[in-house]
């Protein structure tokens, strides 16, 4: 398994973290198999979706913002940042990629972030390749 610490640099981002994962799979010299990626975090995720248009980010994060709005009277978590949490379960905490020939095997436009919700700070990335 490998390590990679993400900084990141809003309260709210998402930031592409394919190259990492690609990094892993090249030095574990697997051709065809399967890249597992883990963000270990309650208050951040990880996500697969459209790395072309920047646009389709800032909508995932306004409709996130809408669905789970940072403030509400019935939030009781004492920290604070209940919304963070939520949308952390929503993203999820790993993805799997397929690999083939050495390399991810995705769509045209698809691109794997990390999805931060309660920034900035270091976030850790955990990624393994099965082969
Ligand atoms: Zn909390």
């Known amino acids: 398994m490998k390590e990679f610490t993400v900084?990141?640099?809003s309260h709210t981002e998402f930031l592409e973290i394919t190259d990492r994962l690609q990094e892993a799979i090249d030095e574990s010299g697997i051709k065809e198999g399967i890249c597992v990626a883990v963000v270990p975090h309650t208050t951040a995720g990880i996500t697969i979706n459209e790395n072309a248009d920047p646009d389709v980010v800032s909508d995932m994060i306004y409709a996130l913002d809408k669905a789970v709005p940072w403030k509400d009277p019935h939030y009781r978590h004492?920290?604070?940042n209940t919304a963070a949490h939520v949308k952390s379960s929503i993203m999820g905490h790993s993805v799997h990629v397929l690999v083939r020939g050495g390399k991810l095997?995705?769509?045209t436009w698809q691109g794997v972030y990390l999805c931060e919700f309660d920034g900035p700070r270091s976030r850790n990335l955990w990624v393994?390749?099965?082969g």
Do not use: S
Request: proline share 0%; aromatic share 8%.
């Open 78 to 80: 004492g920290e604070g």
């Open 7 to 9: 900084r990141t640099n």
């Open 105 to 107: 095997q995705f769509g």
């Open 128 to 130: 393994t390749v099965i």
